[in-house]
Every structure is written in structure tokens, then in C-alpha cells.
């Protein structure tokens, strides 16, 4: 069984940092893709497998950065400079093989809020 668990949100002033981890077991990571998305399934990063290719949302360019440990079998999504349109449900995602994002998280909240 594929699980994805996230964990590192909560309550952060704009300005802040904070780093969201994902957890994955029960596929082959080092041949998984991965994504971080928040709301209803918009993009955020996006992660290939050897952690040589990145892309970005336009709105984190600059301000995000995702890596992955494949050895931990997860996901980072290190958050800086945010901002309160920031303010959402993060979920990492799964892409085993290219079969497209499959796995999902249960997904973790971050508040951007002086």
C-alpha cells in the first residue's frame, strides 16, 4: 500500500520559513517523480528523480525549493519569504514511472498570519 505523509506545517508570520517533509513508502522513490500542490490541485514544484530537474509555480519562484532524499525516501519543500496568499492545504503527490500523479497525501495546513 502506497502512503504519502506529510508534516512540517502550521502558523508562520509573513517573512517566515518553514519546511514541509513527505514521507513515502510502499513504491520505488528513486523512480518516482514528485510534486508538492496545495488548494485544489494547483501546481507548486515539481521534483524528477534524481532531484537534477525542478520546476516552479510562477507565484514561489525564487521564494521555494524542493529537493528529495532518496535514501530517507522523501520529499522536502523548504518555504521562505512567505506571504499570506501562501495561506493554504499543501499535498505532496507521487508520479511512479510517469504514470502521472496517482499518490496522494492526506495533505498539511499552512497559515501565512501576523
Known amino acids: 500500500q502506497v502512503q504519502l505523509v506529510e508534516s512540517g506545517g502550521g502558523l508562520v508570520q509573513p517573512g517566515g520559513s518553514l519546511r514541509l517533509s513527505c514521507a513515502v513508502s510502499?513504491?520505488?522513490?528513486?523512480?518516482?517523480?514528485m510534486g508538492w500542490f496545495r488548494r485544489t490541485r494547483e501546481f507548486v514544484a515539481r521534483i524528477g528523480w534524481s532531484?537534477?530537474?525542478?520546476s516552479y509555480a510562477y507565484a514561489v519562484l525564487g521564494r521555494f525549493n524542493i529537493s528529495r532524499e532518496n535514501a530517507k525516501n522523501t520529499v522536502y519543500l523548504q518555504m521562505n519569504s512567505l506571504k499570506p496568499e501562501d495561506t493554504a492545504v499543501y499535498y505532496c503527490?507521487?508520479?511512479?514511472?510517469?504514470?502521472?500523479?496517482?499518490?496522494w497525501g492526506q495533505g498539511i495546513q499552512v497559515t501565512v498570519s501576523s
Open positions: 503527490a507521487a508520479d511512479p514511472q510517469g504514470a502521472g500523479y496517482v499518490h
Open positions: 510502499g513504491l520505488t522513490f528513486s523512480r518516482a517523480a
Open positions: 532531484g537534477g530537474d525542478t
